[in-house]
């Protein structure tokens, strides 16, 4: 199975909050889970990534957490502001250098000023 | 700006015409790859290119898509006898792999959007 599954879908937040989205994947010989930041017009960005030999991983406001055994990742974004309204998708990678991502269905995060 | 180009950035057809796009990958990356992003989804690999050679296509890639990378630097994506389900934004993204085994972060251009009336 390839399919990475993205929770929620849409999310709203007041500016300060803490959005958490989640991602579940079914293929354990992924070995690699990047996050994604896309604005409208832009192609998607990498926000921050994390290997599964790690349970946790933070990059200035955004951590990811890794649950191995329940093969489910999460995207924690601290402080969130109105810039960082943007559509976020997950992504798993197979083992080897390149090969393509697969990517989940993206959550469309808004924060409120 | 160095980051990755496309061209064009929106493209209108009519069923049963042959589209091309351009990807610019950023200089000196030597891996390059095709996407395709509908509407609410994430985007969904369809190929990628090492140098000039075409290593991994997708099934999603039928046989009216063709893709090339001649001189392992620009490449094209080619549909032919375009279908309104080819409607999507096509994304290219490019990396440099340095070292054997060490993942290369993917940086992903604007996209061309295609709209197949």
């Known amino acids: 199975q390839q399919q990475v599954k993205q929770s929620p879908q849409s999310l709203i937040v007041q500016k300060g909050g803490i959005p958490i989205i989640n991602c579940a994947y079914e293929?354990?010989?992924?070995?690699?889970f990047p996050w994604y930041q896309q604005f409208p017009g832009k192609g998607p960005a990498l926000l921050i990534a994390?290997?599964?030999?790690?349970s946790e991983k933070k990059e200035g406001r955004f951590t990811i957490s890794f649950n191995k055994s329940a093969k489910q990742f999460s995207l924690h974004i601290m402080d969130s502001q109105p810039g960082d309204s943007a559509t976020y998708f997950c992504?798993?990678?197979?083992?080897?250098?390149?090969?393509?991502?697969?990517f989940g269905s993206g959550t469309q995060l808004t924060v409120l000023p | 700006d160095t980051g990755v180009s496309q061209d064009p950035r929106h493209k209108i057809t009519k069923r049963g015409q042959n589209v091309t796009f351009r990807c610019d990958p950023i200089s000196e990356h030597n891996r390059l790859y095709w996407y395709r992003q509908t509407l609410g989804q994430g985007p969904e690999f369809l190929t990628y290119?090492?140098?000039?050679?075409?290593?991994?296509k997708s099934r999603l890639l039928s046989d009216r898509f063709s893709a090339e990378r001649p001189k392992g630097s620009f490449s094209t994506l080619e549909i032919q006898r375009t279908e309104q389900g080819d409607s999507a934004m096509y994304l290219c993204a490019s990396s440099l792999m340095l070292t054997r085994g060490v993942r290369d972060e993917q940086f992903f251009g604007p996209g061309t959007r295609l709209t197949v009336l």
């Open positions: 992504a798993a990678g197979p083992p080897g250098s390149a090969r393509q991502l697969t």
């Open positions: 290119f090492q140098n000039e050679a075409q290593l991994e």
């Open positions: 994390i290997r599964p030999d790690v």
């Open positions: 293929n354990t010989a992924f070995d690699y």
